[in-house]
């Protein structure tokens, strides 16, 4: 055989095995993600409750709902429950106004950063997967990011001390006219680098950012976007039907939020950030996504305990937050783990009461402070969680602090002109 015919022979050798190389990489691809996607998670089933039980609850929260929210011109969807079992459920005012369509069970609303809690599933599964570190430096994901010392587990506690990207997206020189995206977000901290509030892990400082970057982590190891990983993982196996992960591709496609008085709220140039909230939900996905949390098929036990573990205690509160989750541990021993949220005119309480397994789920979408006050005070419709007095306002929530801070220098402006 010639010199030639040699070197062809070993060059069509060497693309036949590309090729074949090329195939199992695809293929053994293509398998982890129908694997993701065919995995189906079995709700457990309701726990009967005697018939007295049930018929003092639906009368108790029928009149607790009906004075606390119905009659202050509450606008989303309602639901309580206790062993899985639906006690209250209940739906109120319009998805679109202009034209009265009303809110019905369908109507998926955001949640705001109630979404954390499905960014702390999503990162401790992938942890228990062995893909991931919680004490894995976020430099590994962000080369030369200016921030050392953070870890993931920081990011998730919200303690990497890093700065909120609300305030600093807004403050910096991003034009208005366009939407922030997250990559947007890590090339300001790249490009930019705005202060950090701390050094990493020296206390706790709500950073809607530590999720932001939470979310490309994610795409990082996966391969794919949080969207189509949170759809493929999670809200298909557990048939949340009605739950997604909104992208700038949705726009004008949801239910939009409005003012108190009903006026729509306009949307900004932040909508285009996800990781830190942009879930929509209905009250009945969550609720199928509350009692999934009660299994160990979305994460083993001890794996599901830390995120429900307080991580900041430098000073005594009842206020505490684990990985993704908030918490409340009276000083009876009773716990509340739960997540408010707001975004624009969108409120959202989830909150899980642990020794009665009960369920409180309310989203609106339309401004109404009286929905965090509510769902505290219902906790005490089930047991002595001291709830009797008007509760704060998740006021650590930054997202809160943006939105009255916008508003104001908002009104500000429009007296000027008017002047």
């Given at each position: 055989?010639?010199?030639?015919?040699?070197?062809?022979?070993?060059?069509?050798?060497?693309?036949?095995?590309?090729?074949?190389?090329?195939?199992?990489?695809?293929?053994?691809?293509?398998?982890?993600?129908?694997?993701?996607?065919?995995?189906?998670?079995?709700?457990?089933?309701?726990?009967?409750?005697?018939?007295?039980?049930?018929?003092?609850?639906?009368?108790?929260?029928?009149?607790?709902?009906?004075?606390?929210?119905?009659?202050?011109?509450?606008?989303?969807?309602?639901?309580?429950?206790?062993?899985?079992?639906?006690?209250?459920?209940?739906?109120?005012?319009?998805?679109?106004?202009?034209?009265?369509?009303?809110?019905?069970?369908?109507?998926?609303?955001?949640?705001?950063?109630?979404?954390?809690?499905?960014?702390?599933?999503?990162?401790?599964?992938?942890?228990?997967?062995?893909?991931?570190?919680?004490?894995?430096?976020?430099?590994?994901?962000?080369?030369?990011?200016?921030?050392?010392?953070?870890?993931?587990?920081?990011?998730?506690?919200?303690?990497?001390g890093l700065p909120n990207y609300?305030?600093?997206?807004?403050?910096?020189?991003?034009?208005?006219?366009?939407?922030?995206?997250?990559?947007?977000?890590?090339?300001?901290?790249?490009?930019?680098?705005?202060?950090?509030?701390?050094?990493?892990?020296?206390?706790?400082?709500?950073?809607?950012?530590?999720?932001?970057?939470?979310?490309?982590?994610?795409e990082k190891i996966t391969g794919?976007?949080?969207?189509?990983?949170?759809?493929?993982?999670?809200?298909?196996?557990?048939?949340?039907?009605?739950?997604?992960?909104?992208?700038?591709?949705?726009?004008?496609?949801?239910?939009?939020?409005?003012?108190?008085?009903?006026?729509?709220?306009?949307?900004?140039?932040?909508?285009?950030?996800?990781?830190?909230?942009?879930?929509?939900?209905?009250?009945?996905?969550?609720?199928?996504?509350?009692?999934?949390?009660?299994?160990?098929?979305?994460?083993?036990?001890?794996?599901?305990?830390?995120?429900?573990?307080?991580?900041?205690?430098?000073?005594?509160?009842?206020?505490?937050?684990?990985?993704?989750?908030?918490?409340?541990?009276?000083?009876?021993?009773?716990?509340?783990?739960?997540?408010?949220?707001?975004?624009?005119?969108?409120?959202?309480?989830?909150?899980?009461?642990?020794?009665?397994?009960?369920?409180?789920?309310?989203?609106?979408?339309?401004?109404?402070?009286?929905?965090?006050?509510?769902?505290?005070?219902?906790?005490?419709?089930?047991?002595?969680?001291?709830?009797?007095?008007?509760?704060?306002?998740?006021?650590?929530?930054?997202?809160?602090?943006?939105?009255?801070?916008?508003?104001?220098?908002?009104?500000?402006?429009?007296?000027?002109?008017?002047?």
């Amino acid at each position: 055989m010639s010199k030639l015919k040699n070197t062809r022979l070993l060059k069509n050798t060497l693309f036949a095995v590309a090729l074949l190389g090329l195939f199992y990489s695809c293929k053994n691809a293509s398998s982890s993600t129908e694997k993701t996607a065919d995995t189906a998670y079995q709700a457990p089933a309701p726990a009967p409750l005697p018939d007295k039980e049930v018929k003092h609850y639906k009368g108790l929260l029928s009149s607790f709902f009906d004075s606390m929210l119905l009659q202050r011109g509450f606008s989303g969807g309602i639901l309580v429950a206790k062993n899985g079992v639906v006690l209250y459920e209940n739906y109120a005012g319009f998805a679109d106004v202009g034209r009265k369509q009303p809110i019905t069970d369908t109507s998926s609303i955001h949640i705001a950063s109630t979404s954390k809690t499905f960014m702390g599933v999503a990162i401790l599964g992938l942890v228990q997967d062995n893909q991931l570190s919680l004490e894995d430096s976020i430099q590994k994901f962000f080369p030369g990011l200016p921030y050392p010392g953070i870890t993931v587990k920081m990011l998730l506690s919200h303690r990497s001390g890093l700065p909120n990207y609300l305030y600093f997206m807004s403050e910096g020189n991003w034009d208005k006219k366009k939407q922030v995206t997250n990559a947007d977000v890590l090339q300001t901290l790249y490009t930019e680098k705005p202060n950090r509030s701390f050094s990493p892990g020296r206390r706790f400082s709500y950073s809607n950012t530590n999720f932001v970057l939470l979310a490309m982590i994610i795409e990082k190891i996966t391969g794919i976007s949080y969207p189509d990983y949170m759809k493929l993982k999670y809200f298909g196996p557990l048939k949340m039907e009605h739950t997604f992960v909104f992208t700038l591709a949705d726009t004008g496609k949801v239910i939009p939020s409005f003012n108190y008085n009903g006026t729509v709220w306009d949307n900004d140039f932040l909508e285009g950030t996800y990781g830190d909230k942009n879930i929509y939900s209905t009250p009945k996905d969550l609720l199928k996504w509350d009692q999934a949390l009660y299994t160990e098929q979305l994460l083993k036990k001890n794996m599901l305990d830390s995120a429900f573990t307080p991580y900041s205690l430098e000073r005594p509160s009842i206020h505490n937050y684990g990985l993704g989750f908030r918490m409340l541990i009276m000083p009876n021993g009773k716990k509340v783990i739960y997540h408010f949220g707001r975004w624009h005119g969108y409120n959202a309480a989830f909150a899980r009461l642990m020794d009665e397994k009960a369920t409180i789920i309310i989203l609106g979408n339309k401004f109404n402070r009286n929905i965090y006050t509510t769902a505290h005070k219902c906790y005490d419709l089930f047991g002595n969680y001291m709830q009797g007095n008007d509760s704060e306002e998740d006021a650590e929530n930054a997202e809160v602090k943006t939105e009255v801070k916008k508003e104001v220098k908002k009104k500000a402006v429009v007296r000027k002109k008017k002047k």
